[in-house]
Structure formats: C-alpha cells, structure tokens
C-alpha cells in the first residue's frame, strides 16, 4: 500500500524507473514512447548528457541561495538569455518554481503595478472560457476550466470570461476565418465596457491554449486586435506561455507568431525540460521600473524561487533550444501534422487536427460531419489514455473539450529530438488505440 497521495484513489499509476531518448521505461520494463513530455514538458526527451552534467556542477558549486540574500551566476545567466531571445520589451525575469507560481507572480505583479502608479481601483482580470493556467487559488480563478473550478468557486476571487478563439467550434460559416478572430477579440472590448475598464487590471490568455481545448492557434488578427484594445483602455496583456512556450509552437516564444508584444509573459514546463522543476514570469522594464520608483519591493517571493541549481538547467536546456531545436520543432512538428492528416484526416471519429510545431491536437467527435462530441459518461479520453499506454504510447488525452463538460481531445507534444520514424511510431500507436476505443 503506498503512502504517496496519488492524483487518483481509484487506480494505482504505473511506476516509472528510467527515461532515454523518447522512451519511458516501467519496473517490468515495458517502454512507452513519451508522446506528450507528461504534460509538454520533457522537450529535449530523457537523460540528456549537458543538462544532467550542467545541474551535478551546480549542485556541487552551490546547491542553494536564498534570493533575500544572494544573487547567483546560473539566474544571471538564464535571465539574461532569456530577454536577449524575447520579443518586445520582456526586462526583467523572476523565476519560480512551476507554471502556477509563475501565474500566481503575473497576477499578483500586474495588480501592484496599478496601485504603484496611483491606480489602484484597477482590481479585475478578465480571462477566457476553456483555458488553464494553473492550480493555486488566483491561476485557477483566472482558468476558464469550469470543472477544476467548480468546487472551490465559493472560495476563489470571480474573473470575467470571455469567450475563446476556437474556430472549429466558434466560426460560422458566414464568416472568414479573420472576421471571426475579430467577433471573438472583441468580447474584450465588450467587458470592458460593461465592467468599466479603469476597474480592469490585465486581460490573460494563452497564446495557443493547451490542456484544455488541446493545441488550438488563434485565427490570423485575433492577438493583435486584442493587443489594440488593451493599449486602448490602458489593461495589461498577460501571456501564459507556461505550456505553449520555449519553442514547443516552432518559435521560442510562442506569441513571436502573432506579431505583438505581452507586457507580462510566464513560462514552465520546456524551460527546465523536466530535469529541474522551474518557471519564470517575465515584465517589461516600464511594469519593472513603476516599482523601483514606487515602494522598490514586489510584495511577493518563494523559498525557492531563483533557485541556483533549477536555473543552471534552465540553461542548458535555452542553450539547446536555440542552438538548432525550437526550429527543428518547426520542421518535425509539420512532419508530424502532414502524418497525422494522412492518417487521420478522413477518420469519421476524428473531427479536427491542429496546432503549431510539437504541439498538436486531435479532437474526437461522435459523429464527424455534426461535430457532435461522445457522450461524456463514456469517458471515451479515458479510455484512450489506457488503452494508448497498454500500446506503449503515452499521450495527454483530456474531456470537455467543448465546454468543460461535452467533448474529447488528444494532445500530443513529443521531445523536439524525435527522429522520422518515431512519427510513424506515434501514429500506428494512435491507430491501434483509436480502433479499440472508437
Ligand atoms: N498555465 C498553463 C497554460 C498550463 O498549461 C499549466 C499546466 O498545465 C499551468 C499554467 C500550471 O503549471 P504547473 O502545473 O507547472 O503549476
């Protein structure tokens, strides 16, 4: 009987004893091929020789400094990477310890900034249906995930939800692909209004949104319609990259593709590729600098956080990452898109395949032509979970797609090492699984 609280009572997880390359390997021995880096996260697969030697030396030069104290080379190091390869005006780098603390930092900074620059009745986020960005109390408030909330909604501060940019589902079909980005930027607008928009802090969205609706990209426009309403009514723009991130869409920063500048960025997950557990929250310096001229202090900080030996893996893995993998990404997430059409495209139970680079998704419907999603209660992604890991696949299948209760998807977002025939690998393993489940 194991004293570990697992994430479910019901069954046991298989236990995991190695990882090389794109494989994962169980105490029988069984191999999995990591199709999803657990949840987008091992970018560069397993037991990458220059990410475990750079964190020994670390460890063994300086394990721990506490940031009330001390500074440190490996945080240096990453920050300045780190806004030497961002886009706009991204200054200043606060590093965390996962994608919820880097939310829970993003909030928390975007509402002192108002109150240091004499604003301080700005007290409100707006966020999006069917979006996460997190499990703390302020991230998942601001997630539009409706069934991780429901039961901690009496507890949790409300936020405005507008709706997501979700053609498959949102088009109509009177209208273009960009008038429909358009309609859904702006909702912003509209909430805006009916709040009224000196009341708002920051509107927060992911750029190409993860577990929820399974690598969805915005439409052409959307972002930067959303960008001139923000600049309008004077909100910030909070991009949450904590999964869609460090080259995982084929860019390192995924919003480098919609042409416009976030004033706050958080990032995880690829950022320490699994090896070490780290975030970060990136600002501009104009956000940085209202606070050295106001109380010089955000009222804010981990134990953890700037963690000497979590940066020292941060860096190695963005030196990796832009010595040639975020735009091998590119390239082999195009490959694995063309595989997956010429595959699935036609499948009566597969009504949508998407996403940018490594990050792709394939929605599961009832019925193709209606887009009718399976009933819940079969719990068809659950079933495609086991039976995909029974076929030595392990990817990020996820309910509610269509409105936190109806719908299925697939996510799937390999290490970036993955070679050509590890594409087929991926594919005839999702055909054996979707001939049992579906
Ligand atoms: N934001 C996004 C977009 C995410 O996908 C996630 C995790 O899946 C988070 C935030 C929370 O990150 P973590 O699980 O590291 O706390």
Not at 160 to 178: H, K, N, V
Not at 395 to 401: D, E, I, K, L, Q
Request: negative net charge; charged residues 20%.
């Amino acid at each position: 009987m194991s004293h570990v609280f697992a994430r479910h009572s019901k069954s046991a997880p298989r236990k995991a004893v190695r990882g090389a390359g794109v494989y994962m390997y169980d105490t029988d021995g069984r191999a999995y091929f990591d199709g999803s880096g657990g949840a987008a996260v091992s970018c560069l697969g397993h037991g990458d020789a220059d990410v475990i030697a750079a964190v020994q030396a670390q460890v063994a030069q300086l394990s721990y400094a506490h940031t009330s104290f001390f500074t440190s080379d490996p945080a240096e190091e990453l920050a300045d990477r780190l806004v030497a390869d961002a886009p706009g005006d991204l200054d200043k780098v606060y590093f965390v310890s996962g994608g919820s603390e880097a939310v829970e930092a993003a909030l928390k900074l975007a509402r002192q900034y108002f109150v240091e620059i004499d604003q301080p009745q700005r007290h409100r986020f707006i966020a999006r249906r069917q979006s996460y960005h997190g499990n703390t109390l302020g991230a998942l408030a601001t997630g539009g995930n409706q069934w991780r909330k429901q039961a901690f909604a009496p507890i949790m501060t409300e936020t405005s939800l507008i709706a997501p940019c979700y053609a498959y589902r949102g088009q109509r079909d009177d209208e273009t692909p960009f008038d429909y980005g358009q309609r859904v930027a702006n909702e912003l607008e509209t909430e805006l209004l009916r709040l009224g928009p000196d009341t708002v802090i920051a509107f927060v969205a992911e750029p190409v949104v993860g577990a929820t609706l399974g690598a969805v990209p915005p439409v052409e426009g959307y972002f930067k319609r959303i960008r001139e309403i923000c600049d309008q009514y004077g909100v910030l723009l909070i991009l949450d990259e904590v999964m869609c991130g460090m080259g995982r869409t084929g860019t390192l920063f995924a919003h480098e593709q919609e042409g416009i500048t976030a004033d706050i960025v958080t990032i995880a997950k690829g950022l320490g590729a699994g090896y070490q557990p780290i975030g970060a929250m990136m600002c501009t310096a104009a956000i940085h600098q209202a606070i050295a001229d106001g109380t010089g202090f955000f009222q804010h900080g981990h134990t953890y956080i700037g963690h000497p030996t979590a940066c020292a893996a941060g860096n190695a893995v963005v030196k990796k990452l832009t010595a040639g993998l975020v735009e091998r990404s590119a390239t082999m997430g195009a490959r694995l898109q063309d595989a997956l059409v010429a595959e699935f495209g036609q499948h009566p139970h597969i009504g949508d395949i998407r996403g940018r680079g490594l990050f792709r998704g394939l929605e599961v419907v009832a019925d193709r032509s209606g887009k009718t999603p399976f009933d819940p209660a079969l719990g068809v992604n659950k079933q495609i979970k086991q039976t995909a890991m029974d076929n030595g696949l392990a990817c990020y299948p996820m309910g509610g797609t269509v409105d936190g209760q109806m719908g299925d998807h697939v996510l799937l977002a390999p290490p970036f090492i993955l070679e050509d025939h590890h594409i087929d690998e991926i594919v005839t393993k999702l055909k054996q699984t979707f001939d049992a489940v579906l």
